[in-house]
């Protein structure tokens, strides 16, 4: 079976420093990967979605980047973090094909101080 | 042409009763359905799913209703429980190799006991 795994499940950091939050795909090949972020009381926005390896769109400009270097392996970063990057990130992955959903990560807690 | 509009953003309901929320969509090219339930500091479960072809799809308690000509799906939860009291979101996607859903706004929905 699929599973996606998600780290880390809290993180807090200060403004200016760097970030990097992985996610992994197990049990699948060739997934869509992407990145959502939840604002508290809010939904899920559209950050980034790879197809492919080395393949990222981009949905929002900001002050975070993504990267795919391996197949199952969806990686979030930024160089310098803002207090408005504060948030609930979420990896989720699909099934290119017939299998329309998407299976979400645990979910990582940002918060920038 | 892309969103999903979500209602009621908040919902309270007694324990047996039916909570409704309601989704609007813009674009005809949608053509999967699905709702998400969160629990608080974890990420979206898929909950059930709807294509165009149909225009409802139950599974157990939880019933999607949807109307292709309004362009308008409905979630009911029939016989709300306590442990339904979650966030809810719409979704929609549409034909494309990236499988991108639009997601709904979210429905805070509460059941007392």
């Known amino acids: 079976s699929q599973t996606i795994h998600q780290w880390p499940a809290t993180l807090v950091q200060p403004v200016g420093s760097p970030l990097s939050l992985e996610c992994t795909v197990e049990?699948?090949?060739?997934?869509?990967l992407y990145w959502y972020r939840q604002a508290a009381g809010r939904g899920l926005q559209l950050l980034f979605y790879?197809?492919?390896?080395?393949?990222i769109s981009s949905e929002v400009p900001q002050n975070l980047s993504a990267s795919r270097p391996q197949d199952r392996q969806f990686i979030l970063s930024s160089k310098k973090l803002l207090l408005s990057d504060s948030g609930f990130y979420l990896c989720?992955?699909?099934?290119?094909?017939?299998?329309?959903?998407?299976?979400f990560g645990s979910g990582t807690r940002l918060t920038v101080v | 042409q892309q969103q999903v509009k979500q209602s009621p953003q908040s919902l309270i309901v007694q324990k047996g009763g039916i909570s409704i929320i309601n989704c609007a969509y813009e674009?005809?090219?949608?053509?999967?359905f699905p709702w998400y339930q969160q629990f608080p500091g974890k990420g979206p479960a898929l909950l059930i799913a709807?294509?165009?072809?149909?225009s409802e799809k139950k599974e157990g308690r939880f019933t999607i209703s949807f109307n292709k000509s309004a362009k308008q799906f409905s979630l009911h939860i029939m016989d709300s429980q306590p442990g339904d009291s979650a966030t809810y979101f719409c979704?929609?996607?549409?034909?494309?190799?990236?499988?991108?859903?639009?997601f709904g706004s979210g429905t805070q929905l509460t059941v007392l006991p």
């Open positions: 049990g699948t090949s060739n997934p869509n």
């Open positions: 979704a929609a996607s549409r034909m494309g190799s990236a499988r991108q859903l639009t």
């Open positions: 989720a992955w699909s099934a290119t094909g017939a299998n329309y959903g998407y299976t």
């Open positions: 674009n005809t090219a949608f053509d999967y």
């Open positions: 790879s197809v492919g390896i080395g393949q």
């Open positions: 709807i294509r165009p072809d149909v």
